[in-house]
């Protein structure tokens, strides 16, 4: 019996045991193709998980760093027309009255640059104070006091005696591009420390008759009372500029165009303040006037872009350099000066002894002409 069922199983056994690992193989593939197949499908109707946008890190770097800052002013109030009546004053000696004041409280904001305590503002921010008190983020106050001012670029630097100051990175404000994120951070309206988004509308904004240097970050990060002398920072939380203007209509508090001065400039300018009490900007000693349609016909100009020298400071550098008025500047120091304010910026930015190459046009001819900086005189 035993060897009968011996030979049954070595006929059928082995094919059968084959067959049936065989067809377990089938079923496990295809159960793995259904599988496979099933996550496709689920795949085609399931969104991607979204990624959310946050500054919360820049925004976290740079927001100790930014002030509250409340001046008080004195104000004269306006004297009672009875007391200039002259029955009244017949009757009243009016001469002895003192005319009535109040103190008058404003606010801004600022931006710690470093950890010695010095901070950049506006000038028209602390214009007039009595006494600036400046909140830090952290909860603490001090009494400021003033370094010192740079009325053509609205700049003002304060110094606070406290310890343990969080100071914001200084940025590349030259190699923001229009559409880059920026962030603004100050206090408007009183309200309490606050940050907008927006992008870069524009770089080096010049002729808007805000300031006699200008060379503005224009922004659409919404900016109202109270952030002016605030931080314009990059998505790192890196400053960028300090808030300083805005445009706005008639009863409005602003039409998304708002204005920043280049922290590099605002920090050289600081720099020049801490140690020798004013900026230091580079002259040449001329005076110009942009290239009209008359000047461009009458000297048959191909080039419509640059200044015409219409007077020159005797023993100026100009002068010294054998510039002479007349010429027409087109480029300083390889740069184009455009209608005159692109230049004066140019000038302004090289220190006094430094050399300065100035291209002219003279007569139809091309010249480089090289003048030593001088300092720029406070009466101009």
Known sequence: ?????????????????????????????????????????????????????????????????????????????????????????????????????????????????NKEGYLLTNNHVIAGAEEIVVSLYDGREAKAKVVGLDRETDLAVLKIPLQNLTSLVLGTPQKTRLGDVVLAIGNPFGVGQTVTQGIISATGRHGLGLNVYENFLQTDAAIHKGNSGGALIDTNG?????????????????????????????????????????????????EARTLNENVIRTYNLHNRTGVMITSIHPNGPADKAGIKAGDIVTHINQQPVGNGREGMNLIAQVRPKNSVQVTILRNGEKLQMNAIAGKRPKNI
Not at 46 to 54: K, N, R, V
Not at 256 to 285: K, Q
Request: charged residues 15%; proline residues 5%; glycine residues 8%.
């Open 1 to 113: 019996m035993r060897k009968r069922l011996n030979t049954i199983w070595g006929v059928f056994g082995w094919p059968v045991l084959l067959g049936l690992l065989i067809g377990l193989v089938a079923v496990m593939s295809q159960s793995n193709l259904r599988y496979a197949l099933k996550q496709q499908v689920k795949g085609l109707f399931t969104l991607p998980a979204q990624q959310t946008t946050s500054y919360a890190n820049a925004v976290s770097k740079a927001i100790p760093a930014v002030v509250n800052i409340f001046t008080l002013k004195r104000v004269n109030l306006p004297r009672n027309p009875l007391f200039d009546d002259p029955l009244f004053r017949h009757y009243f000696n009016s001469a002895d009255i003192p005319q009535q004041q109040r103190m008058s409280s404003a606010l801004g904001s600022g931006v710690i640059i």
């Open 238 to 286: 890196h400053l960028l500029g300090i808030n300083t203007a805005i445009l706005a209509k008639k009863d409005s508090h602003g039409i998304g165009i708002g204005f920043a001065i280049p922290a590099d400039l605002a920090v050289s300018i600081m720099n020049d303040i801490i140690t020798s009490g004013e900026a230091i900007r580079g002259w040449l000693g001329i």
